[in-house]
């Protein structure tokens, strides 16, 4: 989601993860910790060194474990700050239910710790007092924040009841935007799309925005958009 000013967090703590104990592993987990401030509910970072969906980048999620506690929801105010690189990020009100995962696909650029063994990371969290309220009317009135909030909808996969796979690589996705917005997805094989172009096909269904540059759009995604019957695309870069 987007960033958020730096604020107050009731509780801190720094996490260490060692890629050099297996530098060809996809996923690492922090130890698991617990803390009163949040109801004694039990929690731990997962850290995706070679990035989740995206490239390039690499991803970072608060999980929420399954405890002995009778809470079934709990909002939370949480950051993930990596004192080496300064790449910081926030989020505010996330619902987490037992064995949920939210957090950063993009947190950052993997150039950024290439030559190092250790990737450390402080996260901090609080219990949201406040709740958000949507602004509907606001979403209507300004299509770029609209475009930009389902676009970070699909980023972290928020609510999703569907998944895309590709050569490995899992999208969250959602039906009913799926089906409002290209209807012919799902009958399309997968084995018939490369991961770059179902990634920009993605990208514009919830966005109408496209990733690449007009000059570098390839023969391809014209032919999947075709097949998906994306008339929209098609005559937008025609």
Not at 113 to 118: G, S
Request: with cysteine.
């Amino acid at each position: 989601m987007s960033r958020l000013n730096k604020r107050h967090y009731d509780y801190t703590r720094k996490c260490t993860f060692f890629l050099c104990k297996n530098t060809s592993a996809e996923v690492f987990h922090s130890e698991t910790f617990e803390t009163e401030v949040l109801d004694g509910t039990r929690w731990k970072l997962v850290l995706y060194p070679n990035g989740h969906s995206f490239r390039n980048y690499t991803s970072l999620c608060l999980h929420r474990l399954s405890c002995n506690t009778d809470i079934e929801k709990i909002f939370v105010d949480f950051s993930f700050e990596c004192e080496r690189t300064r790449n910081y990020v926030e989020f505010q009100n996330i619902c987490f239910v037992r064995n949920h995962c939210w957090g950063s696909p993009v947190f950052s650029s993997i150039q950024s710790q290439k030559i190092e063994n250790t990737f450390e990371v402080v996260i901090r969290m609080s219990k949201s007092k406040i709740l958000s309220e949507i602004d509907v009317q606001k979403f209507k009135n300004d299509l770029e924040a609209l475009s930009q909030d389902l676009l970070d909808i699909l980023q972290y996969g928020q609510l999703f009841d569907h998944r895309l796979s590709c050569n490995g690589t899992q999208f969250l996705t959602h039906k009913c935007i799926i089906a409002a917005r290209c209807p012919k997805l799902a009958s399309l094989g997968m084995e018939n799309i490369s991961l770059e172009i179902l990634r920009t096909i993605l990208v514009y269904i919830y966005s109408a925005k496209l990733i690449v540059p007009k000059v570098q759009i390839s023969a391809e995604l014209y032919i999947v958009a075709m097949k998906l019957e994306m008339t929209d695309l098609i005559q937008k870069n025609a």
